[in-house]
T-cell receptor, first 113, second 111 residues
Framework: EADIYQTPRYLVIGTGKKITLECSQT?????MYWYQQDPGMELHLIHY???????EKGDLSSESTVSRIRTEHFPLTLESARPSHTSQYLC????????????FGPGTRLTVL | KQEVTQIPAALSVPEGENLVLNCSFT??????LQWFRQDPGKGLTSLLL?????REQTSGRLNASLDKSSGRSTLYIAASQPGDSATYLC??????????FGAGTILRVKS
């Protein structure tokens, strides 16, 4: 079944740890996105990719980094987690072209102590 | 800079009532508009997608309209049910497939 997956769903971690949030999609979409959502607030785009080896920063500044080595995989990494990184992180994908809808994964809720 | 506003911020209605959620955007240069549903602590479920050339889309009890020139969209929910309780998000697609989101309307349908 074509879908978009995120792991882990929940993560509680101490300050200074390196973490990687995984996102995979089986829909063959070229474009993938990472959004950050603080409780009760809007989603903000932090990274996006138009295809393999293509990554761009979004509208909201983020200390995280991303990579796109395979079409289906778009991991997000924080080298040194801080309490200010506590948030929900949502991954999405879409076909190429601005007319197509974006499909979202279930999200990863990150808490940094 | 595109800004999306959703009104009301929260809404509580009795079961069976028809209701309207509003979304406005400041720049009419959009490719499409999407309505999403988000349950607490979960991801987003796409409800309806309206292309910029379209006026409305329907899916079951949901109907969304788009007036691009005035920068407005409405989501109409007919015969609301407790299962409709969620946060409803509006987002517009701008250049490069980027979505700009509103803050959402928290809907509670009381049984």
């Amino acid at each position: 079944e074509a879908d978009i997956y995120q792991t882990p769903r929940y993560l509680v971690i101490g300050t200074g740890k390196k973490i990687t949030l995984e996102c995979s999609q089986t829909m063959g979409h070229d474009k993938m996105y990472w959004y950050q959502q603080d409780p009760g607030m809007e989603l903000h785009l932090i990274h996006y990719s138009y295809g393999v080896n293509s990554t761009e920063k979004g509208d909201l500044s983020s200390e995280s980094t991303v990579s796109r080595i395979r079409t289906e995989h778009f991991p997000l990494t924080l080298e040194s987690a801080r309490p200010s990184h506590t948030s929900q992180y949502l991954c999405a994908s879409s076909p190429s072209g601005p007319w197509f809808e974006q499909f979202f994964g279930p999200g990863t809720r990150l808490t940094v102590l | 800079k595109q800004e999306v506003t959703q009104i009301p911020a929260a809404l509580s209605v009795p079961e069976g009532e028809n209701l309207v959620l509003n979304c406005s955007f400041t720049d009419s240069a959009i490719y499409n508009l999407q309505w999403f549903r988000q349950d607490p602590g979960k991801g987003l479920t796409s409800l309806l997608l309206i292309q910029s050339s379209q006026r409305e889309q329907t899916s079951g009890r949901l109907n969304a309209s788009l007036d691009k020139s005035s920068g407005r969209s409405t989501l109409y929910i007919a015969a609301s049910q407790p299962g409709d309780s969620a946060t409803y998000l509006c987002a517009v697609s701008i250049g490069g497939n980027k979505l700009v989101f509103g803050a959402g309307t928290i809907l509670r349908v009381k049984s």
